[in-house]
């Protein structure tokens, strides 16, 4: 495959029909050029991925994300000095695109965060070149990837979290209209039917799902589900209700060979 240079204005093709497919296009985004090549390397031997642009800098990754039409943004956690935020930000403004973030070394709050935020898969420059290709076909299909690491870091801090004392956060007070809602989400109902249950719009949910998140000191559906069972608030079951609320709104199933654990990959 022909090389090109760093600069994100340079297209590396279209991707075109073949095998029965489309090519799953990728956007590189990474500070460093010989890392680049290195993957325009590895992806040039596969028939179903093309790169279709490159950046070097967070402007440019903006503007690459927003001018290539891709399926997948490979991106360098150091390009932005708030790597989770950019990574809620790059998905709100752009929420076809699935995200890979490269970070220098394996980190486990990093790890959590950006998998809280949207990240799909989240690899350090030294993965394996055919987990790297395996990564990649797993995203394309919408499905996180992780690696042993993250697994058990991903594990641990919901065991973590499931067995966190009642104690450990402060009592609140929630408003009638912020409980119906509250208990619509561990029945594992989307911001859309709770919006037809309440009578109101589904924007109108993801405002009072944000407030309703500060009050009580967590970061997405599955850790309210998990607060309102270890605080019996509101009447939930047990045994469907994290799984539930997992997979409602925005969530999508976390695969691994060793399990099958529901985690949501946005907060709504």
């Known amino acids: 495959m022909a090389s090109a240079s760093v600069s994100m ?38 028939d179903d991925i093309r790169v279709v642009g490159q950046a070097e800098t967070l402007t440019q990754t903006l503007s690459a994300a927003n001018k290539f039409s891709a399926d997948i943004l490979v991106f360098e956690a150091a390009l932005s000095p708030d790597p989770a935020q950019m990574v809620s930000d790059l998905l709100r403004q752009n929420p076809g695109l699935r995200l890979v973030v490269v970070t220098a070394e394996a980190q486990e709050e990093l790890t959590l965060e950006l998998f809280r935020r949207g990240a799909h898969s989240v690899v350090s420059r030294e ?69 037809v249950r309440v009578g109101t719009t589904e924007q109108v949910v993801k405002n009072y799902l944000r407030k309703v998140y500060d009050k009580l000191g967590v970061a997405d559906r599955l850790e309210l589900a998990l607060y309102c069972l270890n605080n019996r608030m509101p009447e939930t079951k047990p045994s469907v209700a994290v799984a539930a609320a997992a997979a409602s709104g925005n969530g999508k199933a976390l695969s691994h060979p060793a399990m099958n654990i529901p985690v949501p990959n946005k907060v709504s």
């Open 9 to 46: 204005q340079d297209n590396i093709g279209e991707p075109q029909q073949g095998n029965g497919g489309q090519f799953i296009r990728v956007i590189l985004a990474d500070t460093q050029a010989i890392f680049r090549a290195g993957l325009r390397k590895i992806f040039a031997v596969e």
């Open 127 to 195: 993965i394996d070149a055919e987990l790297f290709v395996d990564c990649l076909r797993k995203v394309a299909k919408g499905e996180p990837w992780l690696d042993a690491q993250s697994t058990q870091w991903v594990l641990e801090a919901y065991r973590t979290q499931g067995t966190r004392p009642v104690s450990a956060r402060p009592k609140v007070q929630l408003t009638p209209k912020e409980s119906l809602i509250v208990g619509c989400v561990t029945q594992g109902m989307k911001n859309k039917e709770i919006a």
